[in-house]
């Protein structure tokens, strides 16, 4: 009754939209009663009085997510109608078949509101424009995105649960297939294998991703590809760049079981886009959890090498002054052989790292490296020095700079002089074919005459911005530049610690004053002597200590050793684990960078315990004296079983060693028939003896009896 009060004849005067929606494919095939359900509203607009033919069905959106409707054509035609005054009511069998975003639905509602429009569910019928019912459904509209949210966060938790055991099935590249049992094992055709083995034993050869398709097409070989088609196979193709670098970056090949690489989302259109995550945040990386083509060493090499290659255009390498962060860069001489230092930068914990590197005997001779030394410890002690020893130079030192940037912005004033000229040869042109036309031919000395009026204009542009631009580039150098001059005589420490100051000027600053620097490595105290040699013969040393290793850094501390030790007496691994996560301990200790909040698992237990050479819990329990199960039934006279089922009843006691093993104690007394416990279990045992005799006794026939 309250439905029919609510329907007014201006609503039954336009159409009633019916919008039916499935999330997925699969559920419009396999979930028809829902369907069903949906098409059946249409009852409910007949009985409210609307006529068959004023009812319009929208069900083009099948198969698509209620969660965006950038991808729903069907909801966005009937968010349209809607909005020209077309729809009296609209129908869905729930809030979620309309939208399952809050945004969408607000929209909607926003919409039927300010065209008067009703909304229908299974529940009712609702008025936008009352109070109570805009309450309600925007009630329901949040609920059903809580639901949604819900959904995901279920389906994707069991997903990430499997994969960070490395047990979740992903689609495997070329080279690798399930067996039967699921195992990851390297594809059985032997021409993939050994293809695939042959890129990367090419490129440990060459070096570079671009050369290995070289020689693979100089070779005539073509690298295997497998379809997405089901069943489509593997087919063979011309190796391109783009397939090498996904087969060199991908850690499958490693035997890595790998998961969350990239981050897919959507876009305001709908279109689904991906970015890569960085190594330290993928959701999985389990190295050696199948058969691979190369170690994860080589795959960590492989990495770097790439990485080296594609900013070798980017790093400085030469002597003149770079934009590279290495302050001694063409200045730093090896203190062993003498020949200068090569700069190589990489990329470390989110940041670019400078090394000083001394290799032109391995490029010559294929020796090792002299040294290579750490750059930050130096450039910093080096800054500091130069900061001191400059003051008195830096007049001279603002008087070149300023030369620099007038010659500058003189070069720059030329090429907009070319660009005048250029521009007044144009208008020329154009003015003498305008004299040259018939003036009583008006359609073509109006064409004529607009082109020189166009080249005219761009030759007043021209001019404009010449005349802008002297006028900027004269006020930066008269005032700017003047003002930072100042400020490098009178204050050239603050300027240098400028984190706005460019590494370039750093190092002109530097050449006026430093000549070169001797760099010696120490590893015997972990540091590095600098003999710098000042302009005029003055020199100095300076010492700075090494970083520290990686292993260095992540090296657990001995005091956990000890714990672990300790704590082996009467624990085993999975308990271990558990009180050293209990007490806020981590792997590697509380400072392992990017992993600070590791957890201990009865793997890295074990891999303790391995590593350091602790004595296992087993050694331990057999030097007081346990027993394997063989041994104590042995040694009792009793089955296996037997002893199984004293321990269960606590006449024997069992000691875990791991998870699945228990070694065990040898009782003061044999338990004997006088135990009271024993006597139980004897009682027990020959009751279900006797009760098994007589259920297995054949009955006799009455001709037999």
Not at 11 to 26: F, G, T, V
Not at 660 to 683: F, G, I, M, Q, V
Request: proline fraction near 4%; include cysteine; aromatic fraction near 6%.
């Amino acid at each position: 009754m309250n439905e029919s009060r609510k329907v007014q004849s201006h609503h039954l005067e336009r159409d009633a939209y019916l919008y039916i929606r499935q999330s997925s494919m699969k559920q419009v095939i396999e979930n028809v009663e829902s369907t069903k359900r949906q098409y059946a509203l249409r009852a409910r607009a007949t009985a409210l009085g609307w006529p068959d033919d004023r009812i319009v069905v929208i069900d083009s959106d099948q198969g698509e997510s209620g969660a965006s409707a950038a991808w729903r054509e069907g909801f966005r035609r009937l968010v349209t109608d809607v909005g020209l005054g077309r729809a009296g009511i609209v129908m869905g069998l729930e809030v979620s078949r309309l939208a399952r975003n809050n945004a969408d639905w607000h929209r909607l509602l926003e919409i039927c509101a300010l065209a008067n429009t009703l909304i229908l569910d299974e529940d009712g019928v609702y008025d936008p424009t009352n109070f109570n019912d805009r309450l309600l459904l925007g009630l329901k509209g949040t609920m059903s995105e809580a639901e949604l949210h819900v959904l995901k966060s279920r389906l994707r938790g069991g997903v990430l649960n499997k994969a960070r055991r490395g047990e979740y099935r992903c689609a495997l590249p070329t080279g690798f297939v399930y067996d039967e049992s699921g195992t990851v094992v390297l594809d059985p055709d032997t021409q993939v294998r050994e293809t695939i083995a042959h890129l990367f034993e090419t490129f440990a050869r060459v070096g570079s991703a671009h050369q290995t398709v070289k020689a693979f097409r100089d070779e005539g070989l073509r690298f295997p590809s497998r379809l997405r088609a089901p069943a489509a196979g593997v087919i063979f193709r011309p190796l391109t760049a783009s397939a090498a670098m996904r087969t060199l970056c991908n850690p499958r090949y490693a035997g890595a079981y790998a998961y969350g690489q990239r981050v897919y989302s959507r876009t305001i259109d709908g279109k689904m886009t991906h970015q890569k995550r960085a190594r330290d945040d993928w959701l999985a990386c389990i190295p050696d959890a199948h058969p691979g083509y190369i170690t994860w060493d080589r795959y960590q090499e492989n990495l770097r090498l790439l990485a080296s290659n594609g900013r070798g255009y980017d790093v400085a390498r030469a002597s003149p002054p770079r934009e590279g962060g290495a302050l001694l860069q063409g200045r730093a001489v090896c203190g062993r052989c003498g020949q200068h230092l090569r700069v190589r930068y990489r990329e470390a914990r989110g940041k670019i790292e400078s090394w000083y590197v001394c290799d032109r005997a391995t490029d010559s001779r294929a020796e090792p490296n002299c040294q290579s030394l750490a750059g930050p410890p130096i450039d910093e002690a080096v800054g500091l020095l130069v900061a001191e020893k400059m003051t008195p130079a830096a007049v001279e030192l603002a008087i070149e700079i300023r030369k620099e940037i007038e010659a500058r912005y003189e070069e720059a004033d030329q090429l907009r002089c070319r660009a005048i000229e250029r521009a007044q040869i144009d208008a020329d042109l154009a003015q003498r074919r305008f004299m040259m036309v018939d003036p009583g031919n008006r359609l073509v000395a109006d064409t004529l005459e607009s082109d020189w009026n166009e080249k005219l204009r761009a030759l007043e542009k021209a001019r404009d911005e010449r005349e802008r631009a002297r006028h900027e580039d004269g006020i930066a150098i008269d005032e700017a530049l003047r003002d930072r001059l100042v400020a490098m005589t009178t204050d050239f420490k603050r300027l240098w610690s400028d984190p706005s100051t460019p590494n370039r000027e750093r190092k002109r600053m530097l050449a006026y004053v430093v000549e070169d620097a001797t760099l010696v490595k120490q590893p015997a105290d972990g540091t590095t002597k600098i003999h710098i040699r000042f302009r005029g013969g003055q020199t100095t040393t300076l010492t700075t200590v090494n970083p520290k290793a990686s292993w260095e850094k992540v090296k657990t501390p001995a005091e956990l050793v000890e714990l672990v030790d300790r704590l082996l007496d009467r624990h085993i691994y999975d308990e271990i684990a558990d009180i050293l996560n209990a007490r806020g301990l981590h792997p590697g200790g509380a400072a392992w960078p990017g992993r600070g909040g590791a957890r201990f698992t009865p793997k890295r237990v074990q891999y303790l315990v391995h590593t350091y050479d602790l004595r296992p819990r087993f050694d331990r329990l057999r030097a007081r004296g346990l027993l394997t199960k063989k041994e104590l039934a042995a040694r009792l006279g009793i089955h296996e079983s037997t002893l199984t089922s004293w321990v269960k009843h606590g006449i024997i006691k069992a000691h875990a060693y791991n998870g699945h093993a228990w070694l065990y104690e040898e009782p003061a007394t044999h338990p004997t028939k006088h135990c009271s416990r024993w006597d139980r279990l004897s009682n027990r045992a020959a009751a279900a003896r006797a009760s098994r005799s007589r259920n297995q006794r054949p009955r006799l026939k009455a001709k037999e009896v």
